[in-house]
């Protein structure tokens, strides 16, 4: 052990020490130093939390990353965009991707027998991961999504539900808006209620199966083929649904062009025995075309139909991305942009979709550097205050020390080795403290909050071991520094005066 070393530790355990005036003093700046910690250690967790729990909310609702349509003007409304099953599998691929999943969202209306109000009607598939909307779960189970009959079923938010007096099992109307012109009404029955504490999800978005939006918006198309018999003579007539409705109609029957009708002769009902009669129905915009046929039965005379499933489960109203860590958004999105985005399409972050949510979370980094700089500056007061009065009551000492040879600098290390030992310990009991704290809020939740404010309830604590390491080397580092100009005072003491200063 060191010289330096030995008597600064004498000087702490001293048992005369107990009567010096320095003693209330040391311990005043020990607690300060340990309520500073505990403060600052409580702000990164607190702080950290918020960001954790706020990003992941709004994560949630989007994904981290989304691939719409290039034509997209309005949020609330996706157009139509082709789903490539090759794309997708492309970014589930991606080193750092979680989950991909489709989506669609319209405008739209609810309406009870009292009341009305304007929601956002978002589509979901057999793809969702429901962890999200599971954990935010209020009553009731999720609608049964990418199922073969496409149940009509919805989830309200808690918010919806009490403003308009909805219970779980109600039967709500829900208007489609497709343009100003078309409104379509449809039934649905509430399966269940959610709150994220998000305004601007809860007050307005409702979940339905994506297979609803498909239909309604009429993304694909859907061929028909009429059926008539007038006067023992059977005609057949193509009919086609969707798209953009400038329909154009291909018959298995070379001679036959347009809708009709056209009529089926026994001559040509005896060339179709064994095959079908087929229409295949595409428009001017490209849509993927749709298939309907009819086949005559040779014995009975019976008509067997088939097709005209349409072709809207072909399209989507965009990729939602999820990724591994909110770190790698960056990244990922240039990745996702060189490498897997088509030239009709656009990418959107969630950075984008939210500014005022990321700029508000940004803004508390700000407040954390500001609590940490004020209790930094507090410890530096009580600290230097406690050094320059043990440097006083040592007077004497440090002049028996100078006149048996000790330099100026041997002498300031003694005090400074005393500043550290005071300051560590203060340190490891404000990690005590702010720990336990923060592990007490977090186990029980006696901080609470108001959602519509925080968008949390309770407030959320994220403690991980390396910022509470940075803490405390730097708040150790800063205040020694600090403390190396008041153990200056050191080099004014004369040996001779200071022998007889007592």
Not at 23 to 49: D, E, N, Y
Not at 283 to 309: E, I, Y
Not at 402 to 415: E, P, S, Y
Request: proline share 4%.
């Amino acid at each position: 052990m060191g010289l330096a070393r030995f008597i600064a530790r004498r000087i702490l355990a001293d048992p005369e020490r107990q009567d010096r005036l320095s003693r209330p003093i040391v311990l005043i700046a020990m607690v300060g130093v340990v309520l500073g910690m505990a403060v600052m250690v409580l702000t990164v967790g607190i702080t950290r939390g918020f960001q954790h729990e706020i990003r992941a909310k709004v994560v949630g609702i989007g994904g981290h990353l989304q691939l719409t349509a290039i034509a997209q003007s309005d949020p609330k409304e996706t157009p139509r965009m082709v789903y490539d099953p090759a794309q997708a599998e492309a970014l589930r691929a991606l080193p750092g991707v979680a989950h991909v999943q489709t989506y669609a969202t319209k405008p739209g209306i609810v309406e009870t027998e009292g009341d009305i109000e304007g929601v956002v009607v978002r589509g979901l598939g057999g793809d969702l991961d429901p962890t999200y909307l599971t954990r935010h779960l209020v009553e009731g189970r999720l609608p049964l999504l990418g199922a073969a009959e496409r149940p009509n079923e919805v989830l309200i938010s808690a918010y919806l539900a009490d403003r308009m007096r909805i219970a779980v099992g109600d039967t709500i109307t829900i208007y489609l808006v497709k343009d100003r012109d078309d409104i379509r009404p449809r039934k649905f029955t509430v399966t269940g209620t959610y709150r994220t504490g998000l305004e601007q999800v809860d007050h307005q978005l409702v979940v339905v199966d994506i297979g609803h939006l498909q239909r309604f918006a009429q993304w694909g198309l859907t061929a028909e083929i009429l059926l008539d018999t007038v006067n023992q003579a059977v005609t057949v007539e193509g009919l086609a649904f969707g798209g953009d409705r400038d329909h154009f109609f291909e018959w298995s029957v070379p001679q036959w062009s347009g809708k009709g009708p056209h009529t089926v002769d026994a001559v040509l009902r005896e060339e179709l025995k064994g095959r079908a009669l087929s229409l295949v129905v595409s428009d001017a915009s490209g849509t993927m075309p749709d298939t309907a046929w009819l086949r005559f039965s040779p014995v009975d005379g019976l008509v067997q139909r088939g097709g005209g499933r349409g072709s809207h489960h072909h399209y989507v109203g965009g990729i939602e991305v999820d990724l591994t860590a909110f770190d790698r958004l960056d990244e990922l999105e240039e990745v996702v942009h060189a490498q897997v985005l088509e030239p009709d399409q656009r990418l959107t972050t969630v950075r984008e979709r939210s500014p005022e949510i990321f700029a508000w979370l940004e803004l508390l980094d700000t407040n954390v550097a500001v609590v940490i700089v004020l209790m930094v500056v507090v410890a530096v007061i009580n600290m230097t205050s406690a050094l320059l009065l043990i440097i006083l009551e040592r007077t004497t000492m440090i002049g028996v020390l100078k006149a048996l040879g000790a330099t100026n600098g041997q002498v300031r290390r003694i005090f400074l080795l005393d500043g550290a030992y005071i300051l560590g310990l203060g340190i490891l009991g404000g990690d005590l403290l702010g720990i336990v704290l923060a592990l007490v809020q977090r186990w029980t939740g006696w901080v609470r909050l108001p959602v519509e404010s925080y968008y949390v309830d309770v407030v959320p604590v994220d403690l991980e071991l390396w910022p509470i390491l940075l803490l405390n080397a730097g708040t150790l580092m800063v205040c020694v520094a600090a403390l190396v100009l008041p153990s200056m005072l050191v080099t004014r003491i004369a040996p001779a005066r200071a022998i007889r200063f007592e």
